[in-house]
């Protein structure tokens, strides 16, 4: 939103779709962290988290500004429901690993 008030050039539709963004890839972070992961699936979500989250904020930033028949935010709802289900399935394989031991 700062980036609104300094820059007004930039629009509000961009600025709030961009905060949305950050502001769930923030939270899939969160999530990231309290599950318990071996590391390498840790570091590898991480990996593919921040990759996913650049991609999403650029789509975010470039995004036609009307909401209807808008492709960049079904772009994004996708790379967050993969991201989801990359966690959930991650956290599931990781738990059947550590109780096999």
Same mark, same amino acid.
């Given at each position: 939103?700062l !980036?609104?008030?300094? #820059? /007004?050039?930039? &629009?509000?539709?961009?600025?709030?779709?961009?905060?949305? #963004? #950050?502001?769930? @890839?923030?939270?899939?972070?969160?999530?990231?962290?309290? #599950?318990?992961?071996k590391?390498?699936?840790?570091? @590898?979500?991480?990996?593919?988290? !921040?990759?996913?989250?650049?991609? &999403?904020?650029?789509?975010?930033?470039?995004? /036609?500004? &009307?909401? &209807?028949?808008?492709?960049?935010?079904? !772009?994004?709802?996708?790379?967050?429901?993969?991201e989801?289900?990359?966690? !959930?399935?991650?956290?599931?394989?990781?738990?059947?690993?550590?109780?096999?031991?």
């Amino acid at each position: 939103m700062l !980036v609104h008030i300094i #820059v /007004p050039a930039y &629009e509000l539709f961009n600025c709030i779709l961009a905060s949305i #963004v #950050v502001i769930v @890839s923030m939270i899939l972070m969160g999530f990231l962290s309290k #599950v318990s992961l071996k590391d390498g699936f840790r570091y @590898s979500l991480y990996t593919i988290f !921040v990759g996913a989250s650049i991609i &999403e904020l650029a789509i975010a930033i470039l995004s /036609p500004q &009307e909401f &209807e028949n808008n492709w960049a935010i079904l !772009v994004i709802s996708l790379l967050f429901i993969i991201e989801i289900i990359l966690l !959930v399935s991650t956290n599931h394989m990781s738990n059947k690993f550590l109780t096999n031991k």
